[in-house]
C-alpha cells in the first residue's frame, strides 16, 4: 500500500511538472514609451519626409530560448502620425491617405519567429493597414537584456526592425501624386523598442 502511494504521487508530481512546463509561454515585455519609436521616412520630390506615429499599444513575447511561445501584436492608431507639419499632418489622416476615421489602425500580429543568425530573427505575420492585410516578413534584431540602469529591480531589452512597403499596395493614396512627382510609393519604416519586464 504504502509504495502504491509513493508510485501515485511520483505519477502525479510528474504531470504537475508537464503540465507547468505546457503552458509556461514566453518572457513578457512591456513597451518603454518614452524610449519606443516607430518611424517612417519617404521621398518627396527631391527631399526626405521623415515622421513617426505617437500612438501604439500591443502584446510583445519574447524568449530566444523558447520562440515557439514568443509573439508579437502591435496595434498603432494612424490618427497619431506626426511629420511636424500640422497642414499636412491632417492631409494624411484624410482620405487621400489614411482615412484614420474609417480605419483607425495599423497592425501587425505574428505568426511564427525564428532565429537565422547571431542576434538576427524573422518574424513573419500579418500587416494590415487601411482595407488591407498581406503576409509581412521582418528582420529583427535582438540586441540583448540588462538590468534597467534607471530602475532597480527591472530589466531592459532592445530590439529593432527596419523594411520598407509599398504604401500604394495598402492604398494609401491612389497614386496620383506619386505620378506627378511629389511623393514616392516606397516606404522605409524602422521601428526600436526598448521592453522593460520586472526582474
Not at 104 to 128: A, Q, W
Amino acid at each position: 500500500m504504502k509504495k502504491t502511494l509513493v508510485i501515485l504521487f511520483i505519477i502525479c508530481s510528474l504531470v504537475s511538472t508537464l503540465c507547468t512546463l505546457a503552458t509556461a509561454g514566453a518572457t513578457e515585455w512591456e513597451f518603454d514609451r518614452a524610449h519606443s519609436r516607430f518611424y517612417f521616412a519617404i521621398d518627396h520630390t527631391y527631399a526626405k519626409v521623415i515622421g513617426h506615429f505617437e500612438e501604439f499599444s500591443g502584446t510583445f513575447h519574447f524568449d530566444p530560448g523558447n520562440l515557439e511561445e514568443s509573439s508579437i501584436y502591435v496595434e498603432v492608431q494612424a490618427k497619431s502620425i506626426n511629420t511636424n507639419i500640422r497642414k499636412r499632418d491632417n492631409h494624411l489622416r484624410g482620405d487621400d491617405f489614411f482615412a484614420v476615421k474609417k480605419y483607425p489602425l495599423i497592425t501587425f500580429k505574428s505568426k511564427r519567429i525564428t532565429h537565422k543568425e547571431g542576434n538576427l530573427y524573422i518574424v513573419e505575420g500579418d500587416f494590415t493597414m487601411k482595407d488591407v492585410t498581406q503576409p509581412l516578413e521582418l528582420p529583427l534584431t535582438y540586441f540583448g537584456m540588462k538590468d534597467n540602469p534607471l530602475k532597480q529591480g527591472q530589466i531592459v531589452a532592445g530590439f529593432e526592425t527596419i523594411f520598407t512597403i509599398n504604401r500604394l499596395d495598402y492604398h494609401v493614396g491612389s497614386g496620383q501624386f506619386h505620378a506627378m512627382g511629389v511623393v514616392g510609393k516606397g516606404v522605409e519604416i524602422t521601428v526600436s523598442l526598448e521592453m522593460l519586464r520586472d526582474k
